[in-house]
């Protein structure tokens, strides 16, 4: 099955900068990847996908990278707030209506 | 406009008690799921559904069971609690793939069985 595999587990940055986090799936066949953000204490939240067929996508400081080649799809924070600092999930999906499967989370703490 | 509710937000039950989660949800989902969230280990599948009275076996299943008597209630079981299911509790539900969406998550039930 899918494995999903997410890098940094932990990332502190200063407010101002950007924040990558990275993550590799090994399907060949997966052709969804959303990534979520909880924040502490709430659910996790939507906020950001990217379908196989696109290789890039952005929503105002936030976006999302894939190359479907190696197996990768990237998170980009730019210009990082204290309210980015959360806990940062990505996913993929295997095509098919079958369930995520997530990486273990990154904690990401923008120090102000 | 919360549209997946699970019915306990903190929970403490005792060893070998029969615990009962249940997430409801509003948006005529035909798709749910239960995960266990624990640190360090990430999102984790149990049990999901397609349908009413359909169950599958998602990773982790062991310990769990689940019931799908109506479309919009997912319930997960543990028949028999352990020390080792305290953990936190994640709902969510989804459309199926006519298109590809993502998931909209319950609160999460956090569960302590000592």
Not at chain 1, 80 to 94: G, I, K, L, N, W
Request: aromatic content about 10%; glycine content about 6%; proline content about 4%.
């Amino acid at each position: 099955g899918e494995n999903v595999e997410q890098h940094p587990s932990t990332l502190s940055v200063q407010e101002g900068d950007s924040a990558v986090i990275k993550c590799t799936y090994s399907d060949s066949a997966s052709n969804y990847f959303p990534w979520y953000k909880q924040e502490l204490g709430k659910r996790p939240q939507l906020i950001i996908d990217i379908r196989s067929n696109v290789g890039e996508k952005k929503d105002q400081r936030i976006a999302v990278t894939l190359n479907k080649t190696a197996k990768h799809f990237s998170l980009h924070i730019t210009e990082t707030q204290p309210e980015d600092s959360a806990v940062y999930f990505c996913a993929a999906r295997v095509r098919g209506n079958t369930p995520l499967v997530f990486g273990k989370g990154t904690r990401l703490s923008v120090i102000a | 406009d919360v549209k997946v509710t699970q019915s306990s937000r903190y929970l403490v039950k005792r060893t070998g008690e029969k615990v009962f989660l249940e997430c409801v949800q509003d948006m005529d989902h035909e798709n749910m799921f239960w995960y266990r969230q624990d640190p360090g280990l990430g999102l984790r599948l149990i049990y999901f559904s397609y349908d009413v009275k359909m169950k599958e076996k998602g990773d982790i299943p062991e310990g769990y069971s689940v019931s799908r008597e109506k479309k919009e209630r997912f319930s997960l079981i543990l028949e028999s609690a352990s020390t080792n299911q305290t953990s936190m509790y994640l709902c969510a539900s989804s459309i199926p793939e006519r298109t590809l969406y993502g998931y909209t998550f319950g609160s999460g039930t956090r569960l302590t069985v000592v």
